[in-house]
């Protein structure tokens, strides 16, 4: 059966047994399109060594089922200031606009360091964001039988972990005005950034909580600091009336973000799915993935509200892993989350239910034949590069047809 390797749920399609995505990912216009066209932004560092895996298994997929996929290439982060001094370029950003879906790799490294801050890297990413209007970032934390012991954490603490961080993503202190260093004149100068959210913005993203927690164990826990900060206050009591209105059937508990990391580490299975805001969802994030074993296991998705026509929705998938300057170019990075960020796609943008599957039990199964990356080593196991690893889940893959 496919996905049979995979713990309970949720890299897979939230209704379980059910071909029907829950309502707030239903793309009918997707579902029954010739082609799917993807703009894949490889990066930086790890970027294109992973991405090269899933050009791989995207080549594959149109030979062997038809898949009808058409990719674009783009410039992104370091590898685009390079070409044309900026972190991503108004043409690539169209393409990226008029893509059924953005997969993108990785960005940044110490090489960039010195450029100015308003064409870092990481200013691509966030315009492909906030110009896409993706607004809600899924990062499933998973822990895949086979990696139990490469988790910091007790084996039990975390064998079978299945969470699902919902990250607000187009606003907040990312993005609040103003964002300035201003000199005071008197030798000082002052770094100020603007933590704001408005109702709306709350609303939508504890909405996306909410619906995507119905379909798996219907517990939501809200993350804030409304102890300190007004934005922390409105969070709370917005995401209170949302739940009230519109899903009082899903169980809501609210937590301070601070003691939320603290429960995340100290007895994650507690959780569902975690809804916060972008600055503490991309920290708590990063102490949620750590706890599945590596951080070069795990995909996210980025979506868009849905086009009030076609039900289409804007979306980008990325590993939550960076660019890893350190091992970039060396063949040894962990492709598993860009493939898994690929899954994600077919399943969330192209409905591509049986795929997505089938790619999920692929991955499963190279862990369960001992194959392992560096990051993910353990005694017993087989080391094996990047290129390796991409083809024993393409092999996996077209085994289960
Ligand atoms: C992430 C990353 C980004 C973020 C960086 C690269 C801008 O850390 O996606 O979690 O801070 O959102
Ligand atoms: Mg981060």
Known sequence: MPGAHLPQVQLKWPNPGSNEPPSIFN????????????????????????????????????????????????????????????????????LAM??????????????????????????????????????????????????????????????GLDILIVRELTGGVYFGEPKEIIDLGNGQKRGIDTQVYDTYEIERISGVAFELARTRRNKVCSMEKRNVMKSGVLWNQVVTQTHKAKYPDVELSHMLADAGGMQLVRQPKQFDVIVTDNLFGDMLSDVAAMLTGSLGMLPSASLGAPDGKTGARRALYEPVHGSAPDIAGKGVANPIAMIASFAMCMRYSFGMVAEADRLEAAIAGVLDDGLRTGDIMSDGMKEVGTEEMGDAVVARYRAAA
């Open 27 to 94: 793309q009918p216009r997707i579902l029954t399109m010739a082609t799917r066209k993807l703009l894949l932004l490889p990066g930086d560092g790890i970027g294109p060594e992973a991405m090269g895996e899933v050009s791989k298994l995207i080549e594959v997929m149109n030979r062997d089922g038809n898949a009808g996929f058409e990719t674009e290439e783009g410039l992104v982060g370091g590898a685009a200031y390079d070409a044309h001094g900026q972190s991503i370029s108004d043409s690539d950003m169209e």
């Open 98 to 159: 008029a893509a059924d879906a953005v997969l993108f790799g990785a960005v940044g490294g110490s090489k960039w360091d010195d450029v100015p801050y308003e064409v870092r890297p990481e200013a691509g990413l966030l315009r492909l964001r906030k110009d896409m209007e993706l607004f809600a970032n899924l990062r499933p934390a998973i822990c895949y039988p086979a990696l139990a012991a490469s988790s910091s954490l007790k084996r039990d603490l975390v064998e």
